[in-house]
């Protein structure tokens, strides 16, 4: 007498949806053929993506590759449900570390992790990551959905994007930053995607809940308000790049604020001098400042503080730059300039930040 054999498990009985997955390639193939660009004009799908740099207009370039994700900003999506803007994000946090380099971006992947994949919170996603790529003016040429149960609990997810760009060979930055150079800052569209942690402790504080008013925007909840996406930069500074010269260098502001981030792109003996008055601080910061109990020096490493990119101009070509970037589109505003530096704090701070 045979003992009758007992059904196999399967992926699926695992808590991986091949064919969930597949649908959601299919739904979203309309989104990633909207980034095409020249250099990029195939499907997803295959292993790899293909990007043609001569077709792209490049002679003799340098590649620039960037990585990074979004942090804890993340988990203010997965709580409200408000999945489709993270992606800006994503692309933001890279394409803006490519073009400070004076590069192109023009190609971006992304990686998408989660506990169950739900197709509908994995095609707003990758609609966001569209977005932020034509933003960007570059393809999305491929990603990977990796469902992986026990490891990321149902609901959550991760995402980190990757981005190359290229430069004609000899036109990289940072160039010769020389003390006298005047800093023009670029504003920020709110906290952009760095200190998510230490905002989500003060909302925490605060008792106030995802959905209650923003009190520095109550035309808006206040999940709506914090996941305002981080601006991209891409375009307005590769016009002024291109309509003349006088940038030797440019930040992104991003983790570690003013103190940690502008010293990247100082050569030895060059420190700055940054005018906090002059900075134009978003009502957001004030807010986060006074519930936090959180002190300027903090802020100012923490947070862009209303300042998401910084140009570094020769001082002689200053007004030119500045005017460059208002017609690109921007509202550039002088916060400061580079001096000799002989020791202590590179960046050293005067007046105070304008916290509403």
Known sequence: MSEKKRDGLTYAQA???????????????????????????????????????KAAGFKDPILVAANDGVGTKVKIAIDTGIHDTIGIDLVAMCVNDIVVQGAEPLLFLDYFATGKLEPEVGVAIVKGIADGCRLAGCALIGGETAEMPGLYARGDYDLAGFAVGAAERGTLLPKAVAAGDVLIGL????????????????????????????????????????????????????????SGGGINALCHITGGGFPDNIPRVLPEGIGVRLDLDAIPVPPVFGWLAATGGVAEAEMLRTFNCGIGMIAVAAADQADAVAARLREAGENPVRIGETIAHEGGERVATAGRLALP
């Open 15 to 53: 808590g991986v949806d091949i064919d969930a997955g597949n649908a959601m390639v299919d739904r979203i193939k309309p989104l990633v053929r909207a980034t095409r660009r020249p250099g990029a004009d195939a499907e997803i799908g295959g292993f790899g993506g293909l990007f043609d740099l």
């Open 187 to 242: 504003p920020s569209s709110g906290v952009h995607s760095n200190g998510f942690s230490l905002v989500r402790r003060i909302v925490e504080v605060s008792g106030l809940a995802w959905d209650a008013p923003a009190p520095f925007a109550p035309e808006r909840s206040l999940a709506q308000a914090l996941l305002e996406p981080t601006r991209i930069y891409v375009k307005s500074l590769l016009a002024a790049l291109r």
